[in-house]
């Protein structure tokens, strides 16, 4: 194993992680805007009316989501594992 192969290794983790993490993020930050965009329009200042849309939001985007999830990390798994013979030369 070369350093070429950890740094290759370390941006395709960083890239799985990225692409995990954007549903949930996505959904949070337009859920946000929207909340905030509300709150603008009818002057309500509190900080707890936001909690609960984007709460939902992320249940939306994981269950939406997740099959993407879970196919791309047991891609990654799969992969890395199968790989391992080749890397401990």
């Not at 992680?17 to 329009?41: K, N």
Request: net charge neutral; charged share 10%; proline share 4%.
């Amino acid at each position: 194993m070369n350093e070429q192969t950890v740094i290759d290794l370390g941006w395709k983790t960083g890239w799985l992680a990225i692409q995990v993490a954007a549903p949930a993020l996505l959904a949070t930050l337009f859920m946000g805007l929207v909340v905030s965009i509300f709150q603008a329009a009818t002057q309500i200042n509190e900080q707890t009316l936001s909690f609960i849309p984007k709460v939902l939001a992320i249940a939306v985007a994981l269950l939406v989501f997740g099959p993407w999830i879970i196919t791309i990390m047991m891609e990654f798994t799969v992969g890395l594992f199968q790989s391992i013979p080749r890397l401990s030369r």
